[in-house]
């Protein structure tokens, strides 16, 4: 097939959407993305990149063409021209080159407008479209930009409808996900589950095996990990009002790798709280070396908002920590919470509650070798018998070639 791959989000930006790309390439498809100019988490273009260099560009085999983009900044206006500039700048490329894709592909994260140019794409030449819904709209814009306004959220509303419409199979990252969509009139035989995998390179790692980065990462004591974005969706308050109510145990380390539009206001309230020596800021790494750093540590954390639609939600990060064989502390409700719990892969606990989260980390602490070991058994078990990614590649591949036959179309 050839196959146009749609998504603000790709390389050199560690996103789940890379992989995917290269495994459909690798399995004999012809993949062209369109996405945006790499600035995703920081806000700041990468080093290297802009709206004049390597606006074209290749990972493995797959063609890059990367739209004129707004970066995300820091404020809620920046963030909202970039969450507009992706779609009309990709559609008016779209409207210029001459290609005939079978099907398009859009990886939907926010905004919910990068569907756009996918729809563009299927007028323009009849070719299949499907969609991979990761963030449910309107309801992460009203959250992420605290919209309030009744009109606005109305006009939201309609507007998703008519784009979740457009699409001839709507995949959705969790079942929590498929009455969100069939409230807009979708048909429910055009929504499928489509679960978030974890790349090869995820897998279990003793820490000797992963010398590299033992510097970084204390030695002794108790290191609790969380791996990710720092934005407000992961609510650092409640993860550092945690490890205020623990501060005084000095053999408890929390480790946090990664960046994101949060990350200065999160410094300085870990400042402000003088957790400094509590908790640890290792900054961002490629994501060929998480598993080393997960590997010198005692277990994961993983947590989101306490929202209805976060509830719907199975962060990527909690396969990729199956997928290495950790044990994981969960603030999550929900969706997320109900996997951990139902894979013995560790504990979780409400999310927004810090005396809670403060428990949980206090009972992974105190659990024996043996029991911390069987919750990493259990989570790898889990990640193999439910998210392996010949499943769900496989289960891509299908909706991919169905939506360009034209099977699904109603």
């Not at 791959?5 to 050199?12: A, D, K, L, R, T």
């Not at 299949?128 to 009203?142: K, N």
């Not at 699409?167 to 009455?179: H, K, N, P, R």
């Amino acid at each position: 097939m050839k196959i146009l791959f749609v998504s603000q989000y790709f390389f050199p930006e560690q996103v789940s959407n890379n992989r995917m790309a290269e495994n459909l390439s690798r399995n004999g498809h012809v993949v062209n993305v369109c996405c945006a100019v790499p600035n995703y988490p920081a806000g700041d273009f990468l080093d290297g990149y802009s709206n004049t260099a390597r606006r074209e560009d290749q990972f493995g085999d797959v063609k890059i063409r990367r739209a004129w983009t707004i970066p995300r900044g820091k404020s809620k206006l920046t963030l909202l021209l970039n969450y507009l500039a992706f779609p009309l700048a990709s559609s008016i490329a779209i409207l210029t080159r001459k290609q005939r894709p079978d099907v398009v592909f859009v990886s939907q994260l926010s905004p919910v407008f990068m569907v756009i140019p996918g729809i563009v794409q299927k007028w323009k030449t009849g070719s299949g479209l499907v969609y991979w819904v990761q963030d449910i709209w309107p309801e992460s814009a009203t959250i992420t930009l605290g919209i309030r306004s009744k009109i606005f959220t109305a006009i939201l509303n309609a507007i998703c409808g008519w784009l979740y419409r457009r699409a001839d199979i709507v995949l959705v990252q969790s079942a929590g996900f498929i009455e969100m969509i069939a409230r807009f009139g979708v048909p429910r035989e055009r929504i499928r589950v489509l679960s978030n995998t974890a790349p090869a390179l995820y897998r279990p790692l003793a820490p000797q095996d992963a010398p590299e980065h033992a510097a970084a990462i204390p030695q002794e004591g108790f290191r609790l990990m969380f791996a990710g974005n720092i934005g407000e969706s992961q609510d650092f308050d409640t993860l550092v009002a945690a490890a205020a109510l623990l501060s005084d145990r000095k053999d408890l380390h929390w480790i946090v790798v990664g960046s994101g539009r949060d990350e200065e206001r999160v410094r300085g309230l870990v400042r402000e709280k003088g957790l400094e020596d509590n908790i640890r800021f290792l900054g961002r790494y490629p994501e060929e070396a998480m598993p080393a750093l997960f590997a010198h540590a005692d277990a994961m954390l993983v947590s989101l908002k306490d929202t209805p639609i976060f509830a719907l939600t199975v962060p990527y990060k909690t396969q990729c920590y199956m997928a290495c064989g950790k044990p994981i502390v969960a603030s999550l409700n929900g969706e997320g919470a109900r996997i951990v719990t139902e894979a013995k892969a560790g504990i979780s606990v409400p999310a927004g509650r810090p005396g809670e989260l403060a428990d949980a980390v206090v009972r992974i602490m105190n659990s024996t070798p043996d029991e911390r070991a069987a919750y990493a058994s259990n989570s790898r078990r889990y990640f193999e018998e439910n998210y392996a990614s010949a499943k769900v590649y496989g289960d891509l591949e299908r909706a991919l070639e169905d939506a360009a036959s034209g099977r699904p179309r109603s």
